[in-house]
């Protein structure tokens, strides 16, 4: 264990009152009378306290109260029952795991404690209340942050939300730029733990928020090479991503959203690089995406219309036509 007083000095007295009183908070967590105004007040200093992570990380008892907190909200999932309050306490202590997901010297102690396991009960929920909304966005943002190092506040188009948190650490950790590893622990960690059965479901029947993050989280994995193998391993896995991307594709006809598009169509064009899933795509790719369902809704869009271009012609190539140019079912 690390101890929180052998910390680098710090340059003003300004500066060095802050820390003293993030070592305050820290060592308040461990209290379960102090903890809730802790996990706020520290929520809201992730950004500006650069080593927060190894302090939270290192310090005796932290990581366990972090996930008591979580632990403790379960009994309110099933019959679903959790309130605004109990939602935005549980955030906050989420978004300390965000930070400590995110750090370089503590992720892949984080991963190898199989930490985001404790969240997954959070992804398997269902209900449309907006407690339930908010703490499956933050969970999915803890994903997010393992997959991602962190780096800083800047707006990351995706996640750029007109869905306002009730509070603002809620969000402070899913809406910071975040840059690609090439870590292949995460990846392996992801595949071996089933997070793609849980992000199909929230893409099927979440919020618009939650379904773009659940399917930015599957482009991906899908853009790394172990992840698009697995998933075209075996049929049941390829059609279950196919079938819940067709849905998305039938929904955004009626209710259009430019940014989850834009990450369903990556979907379909990295699926389009794999020979046998290519094959399947030719006879289940949505005429949506063929005709001009989306020309208005992308129509300042070049980048997703590009790739949209790229998946027609990925297709296109290579099949078999009859005399007039139909293309022939296969063999």
């Known amino acids: 264990m690390h101890s929180l007083a052998t910390a680098a000095p710090v340059p003003t007295a300004l500066a060095q009152v802050d820390r003293e009183k993030i070592y305050q908070w820290i060592n308040e967590l461990s209290s379960p009378e102090t903890r809730e105004n802790a996990l706020l007040e520290l929520s809201k200093k992730r950004e500006s306290v650069p080593d927060l992570a190894p302090m939270l990380w290192h310090s005796f008892g932290t990581i366990a109260a972090l996930l008591q907190e979580i632990v403790n909200i ?79 506040q800047a707006s990351l188009e995706l996640l750029t939300s007109s869905y306002p948190p009730a509070s603002a650490s809620q969000s402070s950790g899913i809406t910071g730029a975040l840059v690609k590893t090439d870590e292949q622990e995460v990846i392996n960690f992801l595949l071996t733990t089933e997070i793609i059965p849980l992000c199909l479901r929230i893409m099927e029947s979440g919020s618009e928020l939650s379904k773009t993050v659940a399917t930015f989280i599957l482009q991906k994995i899908l853009l790394d090479d172990t992840g698009l193998a697995y998933i075209c391993q075996t049929y049941e896995r390829f059609s279950h991503v196919a079938m819940i991307l067709g849905k998305m594709v039938l929904q955004l006809s009626k209710e259009p959203s430019a940014r989850l598009l834009k990450h369903v169509v990556r979907c379909y064009l990295r699926l389009s690089d794999n020979p046998r899933a290519r094959e399947a795509l030719r006879q289940c790719l949505p005429d949506q995406l063929k005709d001009t369902t989306f020309a208005q809704v992308l129509k300042d869009d070049t980048t997703t219309k590009r790739w949209l271009a790229q998946l027609v012609k990925n297709l296109q190539e290579g099949q078999v036509t009859d005399p007039r140019g139909i293309p022939l079912p296969p063999q």
């Open 74 to 152: 379960y009994p309110s999932i099933n019959p679903p029952t959790l309130t605004a309050h109990q939602s935005n306490r549980v955030c906050n202590a989420l978004a300390l795991l965000q930070c400590v997901a995110s750090h370089p010297e503590t992720r892949s102690a984080f991963l190898a404690a199989h930490i985001p396991l404790f969240l997954y009960p959070f992804l398997h929920t269902v209900s449309k209340t907006r407690p339930f909304e908010y703490l499956r966005l933050t969970s999915l943002g803890v994903i997010v942050e393992a997959v991602f190092h962190h780096v800083g």
